[in-house]
């Protein structure tokens, strides 16, 4: 291989634009379908959120959410709001109560999530997107 290529490669490319993955998922309102989390089949995910998942390749932030329900102290809060914030490809992920506690911290060591940040919803053992609540 020769020395004088010039190869710029992006290693972790983002599936969407954040702006068109925002827009998108700002479209989702009301759910018309829930479907089940693949481990955890009490829980559901709304038409929003899996699109998220699949769109971004997210899945774990779904997972993190849906397994954090095991605890006795997210379980018992009935609505739950989570914020996703994300900084040089590190991530912080809080659970909050109806009354802006702290339920729960988790660090994200890596993540490629395209966008900044996300707030989703989970009550009634169903995950929503802002829109979607």
């Known amino acids: 291989m020769s020395d004088d290529l010039d190869l710029d490669l992006d290693l972790n490319p983002p599936s969407l634009g954040d702006q068109m993955l925002s827009n998108d998922l700002a479209a989702f309102k009301r759910p018309d379908r ?9 829980s559901k995910l709304t038409d929003g959120v899996r699109y998220l998942a699949t769109t971004a390749n997210a899945y774990w932030l ?4 849906v397994f954090a329900q095991a605890t006795r102290k997210v379980r018992n809060v ?11 490809s590190k991530a912080t992920l809080v659970c909050y109560d109806d009354k802006d506690e702290v339920i ?17 919803f989970y009550t ?3 995950l929503l997107l802002t829109g979607e609540v």
């Open 34 to 42: 829930l479907y089940p989390h693949a481990i955890v089949h009490t």
């Open 104 to 120: 729960l911290i988790r660090d994200i060591g890596y993540t490629d999530f395209p966008l900044p940040s996300i707030r989703l």
């Open 124 to 126: 009634n053992k169903t």
């Open 62 to 65: 779904v997972d993190e959410i």
């Open 78 to 88: 009935e609505f739950q709001v989570w914020d996703l914030t994300v900084t040089n």
